[in-house]
């Protein structure tokens, strides 16, 4: 479990300039020049847990986040089924995130995406509820109880404005 909070912790990466985006040519310096926002993360985050029929996920107010953007937990109650957990990173892949890290622990699985200078940090199984709260050490109570679910933190331009959507 410890394993899981410094995934979840680990923050940062690097952006790729458009002429490193896969396929060059106009549309990668199109979508090197596209700014991703936190309302963005979170619609791809919603679509994702989404294609692997889990509820709705929880976003966790910026006043609570650490080190990152956008925070969500989906509570399963029990061991999310890995057919499921592979939907919602395929479902992330299908919204333009590019995976660059995956590891399997007994536990739980946690996987690593990119898009347009933000890194996503996807677990899915057991984690430690204090990773889950987002709060410093010093504001949690009680006993760290186990989490089951899926833990998303996002980390990119956070004060991007976010799109207005259009009628």
Same mark, same amino acid.
């Given at each position: 479990m410890i394993v899981a909070a410094v995934v979840l912790t680990a923050c940062g990466g690097e952006e790729r300039s458009g002429a490193e985006?896969?396929?060059?040519?106009?549309?990668?310096? @199109?979508?090197?020049?596209?700014?991703?926002?936190?309302g963005a993360v979170q619609d791809d985050i919603r679509a994702a847990v989404a294609a692997g029929d889990f509820g709705?996920? &929880?976003?966790? @107010? *910026?006043? *609570? #986040? #650490?080190?990152?953007c956008v925070g969500a937990v989906v509570q399963a109650g029990t061991k999310?089924?890995?057919?499921?957990v592979a939907k919602v990173v395929t479902g992330l892949k299908? &919204?333009?995130?590019?995976?660059?890290?995956? &590891?399997s622990f007994a536990v739980n699985s946690a996987w690593g995406l990119e898009k347009e200078g933000w890194m996503l940090n996807?677990?899915?199984?057991?984690?430690?509820?204090?990773a889950v709260s987002f709060k410093p050490a010093a504001e949690r109570q009680g006993r760290a109880e186990p989490f089951e679910g899926l833990v998303f933190r996002g980390v990119g331009a956070?004060? @991007?404005?976010s799109a207005t959507a259009s009628p």
């Open positions: 985006a896969k396929g060059g040519g106009r549309s990668a310096v @199109a979508a090197d020049r596209a700014t991703v926002t936190p709705p996920p &929880r976003f966790i @107010a *910026e006043k *609570e #986040l #650490l080190s990152s999310p089924d890995p057919k499921a299908n &919204r333009g995130w590019r995976e660059t890290m995956q &590891r996807f677990v899915a199984g057991t984690v430690s509820e204090n956070c004060d @991007a404005p």
